[in-house]
Each structure stands twice: as C-alpha cells, then as structure tokens.
C-alpha cells in the first residue's frame, strides 16, 4: 500500500471528497428531444449521456430477423470523439462501443416485455457526450429513462452503477474516471432493484472473492439508491406533462 | 417523412401567400437557442438549437507541424457525425454521406485565408502549428442543418480559447516549446470573419430561407451560400433538382442579406454571453 495511493483517506473521504456510500451528483430529464419516440438526458458526475428509443415499429431492414412472439430490441452505443480528453478516431464502430451496446441490450432486454410487440422492433441509441468514469451505468439509466419516456412497458426499473474496493478493504459505490486510473478493481453491475435481480455483472482486475459480496451488497445499494432518483424524475416529468394538459385541474393531487 | 399531395399543395401555396406553415414569412428564421462552453474536455464548444434541429460542436486542439505546401498556415479539420438519435436511418454507418457533405461544405468553406486565419495557428513556420479539430455532433434533424452547423462551429470557435505559447527553443532538429502554466493565459480566435451557410430553398416561383424537413421535401431545388462578412466564400447546390440561372443569381442575393443579418445577430449575442453564467445544457 505504500506505493499505490489512497483511494480513501484516513478520515473517510474519497479524491473527490465524497464518502464510500455516496454516488455523484445524478440530475436527469425526460424527453429532451421531440422526434424520437422517448428520449432523456442523464448526468452522473460529469458523465453525461443522451438517450434516445424509437420504436415499437415495423422492423426495418431484413424483415426475416422479426419474431412471432417477441420484439427485437436494437441497441447502438456511440461515444462522442470530444467525449474523452484525448480525442477519439471514430464515435462507433471500434470493439469496446460494440461491446458495449451488446451490455446494454443484455441489461435492457430484461426488463421490457417484449413479449407485448410480436413483429416489431424497439430501437435504443444512447450518445455519451463526457465520459468520465461510470460510462455504462449512465447508458443503462439514460436508456431506462428514454424507454420510460417511450411508453414501453417495462417490468421494473433497470438501474446500473459501478463499485470498487479501496485500500483492499473499503467497498466504493460509482467510481469515477480518477479512481479507476487509479487502478483497483470495477464490479460493474445493472440489476432490477426492486426485485434485487442482477442482469448483468462484469467485473475487471481482481481482488480476493471473500471481498465479493460486500462489494456486489455496495453496487445494488447503489442501484437501488439511483432507482430512486430515477422515479423521482419520472414523477415530476409525469406531472409537468400531466398539469400541461390540464389534469391536475380535474381531481386533487394525491401524494402517495 | 413521407407527405401526401394535398400537403406538398397546402405548403406551395402557403409559400406563394408569404405565410408559411409556421406562420413566417419567406426570410424568416425559426426561433434559435445558444450555449457556449458546455462540453468540458475541449478547448471550445456550443449547442445551437433551431426549432427541431439540434447541433452540439467541440473544439479541440492539438500540435501538429504544417503541410510542406503551406509552412506559415495551421490546420483546422472538420469531422461530422450524424448520431443515430437524429434518426435511425443514421444507424452504423448511415449517416456517413451526409456527414462527408456538411464537412466538405464547411471545409470548402474555411479555406480562404479572408474567412479564416490560419496563419493565427502557426506557431513556428515549417515545423510547428496548432491543429484545431471541430467535431459536429447532429442529435436531432428538423431541416436546415447546414445553417445551424455553420452557426454553431462559428459560435464554438468564438468560444475557443488558444493556450499561449511562452517561448519557443530550436535546438538542431529538436523544437521544444513551453505553455503557460496559466489556465486563463489564453489567446481567442479572430472569427469575425468566419462563414455563416444559408440554404436558400426553391419552392414554386418563390424562395425560401430555413426551410423545416416538409419544405425541404416540397423544395425543387437548393442552393448553400457560405457568406463571410460581404463575400461569397462557397456556394453549393444541393439535392435534386434544378435552377434557373435567374433564379440562382437572386436566391444568392437573398442568401447574402440573410447571412450578413444572420451574422451581426450572432455576433451581438455572443458578446452578450458573459462567462460566469450557470450551465444549463441539456437540463433546461
């Protein structure tokens, strides 16, 4: 430990000043854009990530790829070339944007019934505009949002966030670009929290497996915690969309 | 989108009135929002929203040594990418036509030595200059993209702060230089004289300015004039359809007074921006 730095000091406090438990600040809109069918916008830390769905609708392209029984969800993840401090070649089309947009099928694909739109085809693109650590826990919320916004009935929420272990010890929740430099290892995770279900689970780097479940409790206590800001933001989006159209003068507005 | 008869009809003649679908007149603009100094790892950056168009550039900076042909000028490069949130035509590679046209267009544009000073960029002739990358990000297409393009890459180039250059050492074939530690030490762009692109719009007898996507359907022809200051620096006739000689020669005197009107808003608006204002982006 002499060498490595302290991902958490003495008293408690991360590089950037947050403690173990906390996640960055998560400010987020819905329906960001009018042409798509559901579109958000989600900033964690200085992450910031658009997203968009269109869809359900017809099956574009190769019209043998429809199923009888379910619909295709189509994911694309593409990142900025200003995204990061050095300046990428190309926004999409590399290895790591494939695999990405492969997760994100994978995460989201558990949580819509697609059971409901047989012949049809959801598409998903999400857009990283700043990436700064906690890339694909963005994408997830982003891309849960904009379905939220889409009206595509989802089963439940499907949250993603990150955690770490520091000084071999402590487990960290939404590691940021700094912290994974760092080194230490990432336990990237997106699960449904309600149902406490995990979707996806990728881990890089290692540290000894009797870490593992205090790590994975901290990554779905942080799930959960962002599920929360997340139906937040829903409720007040529902609302606005909802008094624009004149409900909230119909009946009395019941806080649940 | 696809349009019906009766609609291509409704707005030909709605053109033909001087009263457009939206209300405007033949020169007028739909209503524009811009915010500067919004994406954080660059050097320079706005988000220009026109109506349903919305266009995010960044400006990066970067060493790179002059072309033999022109050791005095620096480099700019403009790099466009239709992101697939537009439209999910622009999925893979989709997009890439249309990105390869703005970017050429803008390119073609910036390269009179009037519009744009590349000479600013040089830091020591024949091995050093300063190479200034302007990524165009499409998130959502409304029609008339060329004029928001050209308005945004003017706007984040307004922003662009160049890092000052202390001293220069040239040992041999070494060239080593030294950057001011300081981070608000920085020079801006000249960019008065950066091109702003109008699309003047052909449909029926009469011509248009920012046509929304169902004009641009409607349209028999356009034409792209890149106007820096009073000087045409590119004119570009895009999509199918063709012009009139007579036409061409006014819609280019309208593209002229737009742009030249369009330019001085811009610029009065930049100046207003003052930079300690909160960040708003994508949240408002």
Not at chain 1, 126 to 131: D, M, Q, R, S, Y
């Given at each position: 430990m002499s060498k490595k730095k302290e991902l958490v000091s003495k008293i408690g406090l991360r590089l950037d000043g947050r403690r173990a438990d906390e996640l960055r600040r998560v400010r987020c809109k819905m329906g960001v854009f009018s042409q798509p069918d559901g579109s958000a916008y989600i900033e964690q830390g200085l992450t910031k990530v658009l997203a968009a769905v269109y869809g359900p609708h017809q099956v574009r392209g190769n019209r043998s790829k429809a199923q009888h029984d379910s619909a295709i969800v189509n994911c694309q993840f593409s990142m900025a070339v200003f995204s990061t401090s050095e300046r990428k070649k190309r926004p999409r089309g590399d290895r790591k944007s494939s695999?990405?947009?492969?997760?994100?099928?994978?995460?989201?694909?558990?949580?819509?019934?697609?059971?409901?739109?047989?012949?049809?085809?959801?598409?998903?693109?999400?857009?990283?505009?700043?990436?700064?650590?906690?890339?694909?826990?963005?994408?997830?919320?982003?891309?849960t949002l904009a379905l939220i916004d889409a009206g595509i009935p989802l089963k439940e929420y499907v949250c993603a966030c990150s955690a770490s272990l520091a000084n071999n010890d402590i487990p960290m929740v939404d590691i940021s670009h700094?912290?994974?430099?760092?080194?230490?290892?990432?336990?990237?995770?997106?699960?449904?929290?309600?149902?406490?279900k995990i979707v996806l689970m990728e881990m890089s780097q290692r540290f000894h497996i009797d870490?593992?479940?205090?790590?994975?409790?901290?990554?779905?206590?942080?799930?959960?915690?962002?599920?929360?800001?997340?139906?937040?933001?829903?409720?007040?989006?529902?609302?606005d969309v909802g008094c624009s159209t004149g409900w909230s003068n119909t009946s009395q507005k019941i806080k649940v | 989108m696809a349009l019906c008869e009766a609609e291509k009809t409704f707005i030909l003649h709605s053109v033909e009135e001087n009263f457009r679908i939206d209300g405007r007149q033949r020169g007028d603009y739909r209503p524009m929002e811009l915010e500067t100094n919004i994406v954080a790892p660059s050097f320079g950056s706005a988000r220009l929203r026109l109506a349903n168009t919305d266009v995010l550039v960044s400006v990066k900076l970067e060493i790179d040594s002059p072309t033999l042909e022109q050791?005095?000028?620096?480099?700019?490069?403009?790099?466009?990418?239709?992101?697939?949130?537009?439209?999910?035509?622009?999925?893979?590679?989709?997009?890439?036509?249309?990105?390869?046209?703005?970017s050429n267009c803008l390119s073609s544009a910036y390269k009179s030595s009037t519009a744009f000073d590349a000479g600013k960029l040089c830091i020591l002739k024949g091995s050093k200059c300063w190479k200034l990358y302007v990524d165009i990000?499409?998130?959502?297409?409304?029609?008339?993209?060329?004029?928001?393009?050209?308005?945004?890459?003017?706007?984040?180039?307004?922003?662009?702060?160049?890092?000052?250059?202390?001293?220069?050492?040239?040992?041999?074939?070494?060239?080593?230089?030294?950057?001011?530690?300081?981070?608000?030490?920085?020079?801006r762009l000249d960019v008065t004289g950066a091109p702003i692109m109008v699309t003047v719009c052909k449909i029926g007898d009469q011509c248009i300015v920012d046509p929304t996507t169902a004009e641009e359907h409607c349209s028999g022809g356009s034409v792209v004039v890149a106007v820096s200051k009073s000087n045409f620096s590119t004119i570009l006739q895009t999509g199918g359809g063709s012009l009139h000689p007579m036409t061409l020669l006014e819609s280019l005197k309208l593209g002229q007074t737009v742009a030249q009107r369009l330019d001085s808003t811009l610029i009065n608006t930049l100046k207003q921006i003052n930079d300690n204002s909160t960040d708003v982006g994508f949240l408002k």
């Open positions: 695999e990405m947009s492969i997760h994100l099928r994978q995460a989201l694909l558990a949580a819509i019934k697609v059971e409901l739109y047989p012949w049809s085809q959801i598409d998903i693109y999400v857009e990283v505009l700043h990436a700064d650590g906690g890339v694909y826990p963005a994408c997830v919320n982003a891309a700094q912290e994974e430099m760092l080194g230490g290892p990432t336990l990237t995770i997106a699960a449904l929290p309600m149902s406490e870490h593992l479940p205090k790590v994975m409790a901290k990554a779905l206590k942080g799930c959960k915690d962002i599920k929360v800001i997340l139906d937040e933001a829903v409720r007040s989006h529902v609302e | 050791p005095k000028l620096g480099k700019i490069e403009f790099f466009v990418d239709c992101s697939a949130n537009a439209t999910p035509d622009f999925e893979g590679r989709g997009g890439d036509n249309l990105a390869t046209e703005i990000l499409l998130l959502e297409c409304g029609g008339n993209l060329y004029d928001a393009v050209s308005l945004a890459v003017k706007a984040a180039l307004w922003d662009t702060r160049i890092p000052l250059v202390k001293s220069v050492v040239v040992d041999g074939n070494k060239v080593d230089m030294e950057v001011s530690d300081e981070l608000f030490d920085c020079e």
